[in-house]
């Protein structure tokens, strides 16, 4: 079972600010299969990235993911006032069919 | 636009079994080769795989789950459900449904379910 460790638990940045957020996984994972996801209060989760790089539908470019084998990273390049949530990595382990989620980091405002 | 909605109690006492139900407008959930599955996220805390269903009927289960989860589809009514038996106060959460891919690019907003006597 691959397990996901996020870093930062939490990240005290200004709106302008980049942040750069950290995904590690227990075992080497496809890049095919690395995703990110926005969160806000009590709303569900907002898929911003798949595939590791590609911005799903109506993301700004300002965010960006990279990152290869065990170590995947989110960058927002200049926070916007919107940005400020909770960011959790998810990982398909395609056999058996998995979905694994990380713990999240939380962006606020400093 | 695919849209899922979940439904349910609110409230389950421990031991008892927890069902909900994903009603999914905008598509069809049998017409298209996708997982549809089950997402939950205890208060303040992180989110959690269920269990998912293939369009075709195959089911996969979160082991940790397994033993207590059954996860249905019913197409004529576009919908899937979930059952999770023997609950107790940890199985309280959030419940999302949740279109499944390699990545999850649709969700239901969620509804919380409350374990309690």
């Known amino acids: 079972e691959i397990v996901l460790t996020q870093s930062p638990g939490t990240l005290s940045l200004s709106p302008g600010e980049r942040a750069t957020l950290s995904c590690r996984a227990s075992?080497?994972?496809?890049?095919?299969?690395l995703a990110w996801y926005q969160q806000k209060p009590g709303q569900a989760p907002r898929l911003l990235i798949y595939?590791?790089?590609n911005r799903a539908t109506g993301i700004p470019d300002r965010f960006s993911g990279s990152g290869s084998g065990t170590d995947f990273t989110l960058t927002i390049s200049r926070l916007e006032p919107e940005d400020f949530a909770v960011y959790c990595c998810q990982q398909y382990g395609g056999s058996p069919q998995t979905w694994t989620f990380g713990q999240g980091t939380k962006v606020e405002i400093k | 636009q695919l849209q899922l909605q979940e439904s349910g109690p609110g409230l389950v006492k421990p031991s008892e079994t927890l069902s909900l139900t994903c009603t999914v407008s905008?598509?069809?959930?049998?017409?298209?080769?996708?997982?549809w599955g089950w997402i939950r996220q205890p208060p303040g805390k992180g989110l959690e795989w269920i269990g998912s269903i293939y369009s075709r009927g195959n089911t996969y289960y979160n082991p940790s789950l397994k033993s207590r989860v059954t996860i249905s589809i019913d197409t004529s009514k576009n919908q899937f459900s979930l059952n999770l038996s023997s609950v107790t106060a940890v199985d309280t959460a959030v419940y999302y449904c949740?279109?499944?891919?390699?990545?999850?690019?649709?969700w239901g907003q969620g509804t919380l379910v409350t374990v309690s006597s």
């Open positions: 595939g590791t790089s």
């Open positions: 949740a279109r499944l891919e390699s990545s999850l690019a649709y």
């Open positions: 075992q080497s994972v496809s890049s095919s299969y």
């Open positions: 905008g598509g069809s959930i049998s017409s298209s080769s996708y997982y």
